[in-house]
């Protein structure tokens, strides 16, 4: 019998493949892109909606990674036989403006900035079921990084 107690283990899913090294996009990694696209507009934060309708993003990255990731979360419904009516919304969050607790976890990296990245469902009875995973990124750059040999979608 599904229950909805299952929508934290989709959360989790959804955060751990958003945050992984395997998320790309053209070639590179995600995370720096949105971290790039976050400091080009002076914004702390970014959010992805996963439940439709879309609103209008404002990057191909991020109109690629609405997609990737709310198909992925329909998916997941799917396998876990449970009903997408339970889902009234779902987001990916990722704050790159963490507060020092957090950075602390990371200081002896040197491997960019702290963030903090949440995927958030709500269900149908506004109860949110919720995965929070911390990392550091540097911003995008195609001359520090090494481009995937994967075939990367792009849109």
Same mark, same amino acid.
């Given at each position: 019998?599904?229950?909805?107690?299952? /929508?934290? =283990?989709?959360?989790?899913?959804?955060?751990?493949?958003? $945050? #992984?090294?395997?998320?790309?996009?053209? =070639?590179?990694?995600?995370?720096?892109?949105?971290?790039?696209?976050?400091?080009?507009?002076?914004?702390?934060?970014? *959010?992805?909606?996963?439940?439709?309708?879309? *609103?209008?993003?404002?990057?191909?990255?991020?109109?690629?990674?609405?997609?990737?990731?709310?198909?992925?979360?329909?998916?997941?419904?799917?396998?876990?036989? /449970?009903? @997408?009516?339970?889902?009234?919304?779902?987001?990916?969050?990722?704050?790159?403006?963490?507060?020092?607790?957090?950075?602390?976890?990371?200081?002896?990296?040197? #491997?960019?900035?702290?963030?903090?990245? *949440?995927?958030?469902?709500?269900?149908?009875?506004?109860?949110?079921? @919720? #995965?929070? $995973? @911390? =990392?550091?990124?540097?911003?995008?750059? $195609? $001359?520090?990084?090494?481009?995937?040999?994967?075939?990367?979608?792009?849109?």
């Amino acid at each position: 019998m599904a229950r909805r107690s299952e /929508l934290k =283990g989709i959360a989790n899913s959804i955060n751990e493949s958003f $945050v #992984s090294r395997n998320n790309d996009f053209n =070639g590179y990694w995600s995370i720096g892109q949105i971290r790039s696209y976050a400091l080009d507009n002076g914004l702390t934060s970014v *959010t992805f909606p996963l439940t439709f309708p879309m *609103t209008n993003p404002a990057s191909n990255l991020q109109i690629y990674t609405v997609h990737r990731y709310a198909e992925m979360l329909k998916n997941l419904l799917f396998k876990q036989k /449970l009903p @997408s009516l339970w889902v009234s919304n779902a987001v990916i969050m990722i704050d790159f403006n963490v507060n020092a607790k957090h950075a602390k976890l990371y200081e002896d990296t040197n #491997s960019g900035e702290p963030f903090q990245c *949440t995927c958030k469902i709500t269900d149908d009875t506004d109860r949110d079921y @919720s #995965s929070i $995973v @911390s =990392g550091r990124c540097l911003p995008h750059s $195609v $001359v520090r990084e090494l481009k995937s040999t994967r075939n990367s979608p792009s849109v």
